[in-house]
């Protein structure tokens, strides 16, 4: 089993920045990504950015230069600093896991993420 505990979310004003914390725990062996994902209302649920195994880091575009995802390995731990936010980061961010071997994937309960114009 893996959990997954998020934190950090709030309302900031456009320009802003937050900070996303993501704990995991359990068997965590066999992960394949360690990332964000988010869902504004209406649109569907996308990749903000992940770490892989070896520690190589995927942004989507429209978070390149603005978001920076670190993982601290001794604590399990990822962050989603965010700079310069806009109105379009609004959104429910998730944490989440991918495993390999078939496993299903893990997902945080979500942390509201607002930005105001």
């Known amino acids: 089993q893996v959990q997954l505990v998020e934190s950090g979310g709030g309302l900031v004003q456009f320009g802003g920045s937050l900070r996303l914390s993501c704990a995991a725990s359990?068997?965590?062996?066999?992960?394949?990504?360690f990332g964000w994902y988010r869902q504004a209302p209406g649109k569907q649920r996308e990749l903000v950015a992940n770490?892989?195994?070896?520690?190589?880091?995927n942004y989507a575009d429209s978070v390149k230069g603005r978001f920076t995802l670190s993982r601290d390995n001794a604590k399990n731990t990822i962050y989603l600093q965010m700079n310069s936010l806009k109105p379009e980061d609004t959104a429910v961010y998730y944490c989440?896991?991918?495993?390999?071997?078939?496993?299903?994937?893990?997902w945080g309960q979500g942390t509201q993420v607002t930005v105001s114009s």
């Open positions: 770490i892989n195994a070896i520690g190589r880091i």
């Open positions: 989440n896991v991918e495993r390999s071997n078939g496993r299903v994937p893990v």
């Open positions: 359990g068997r965590l062996f066999d992960t394949i990504t």
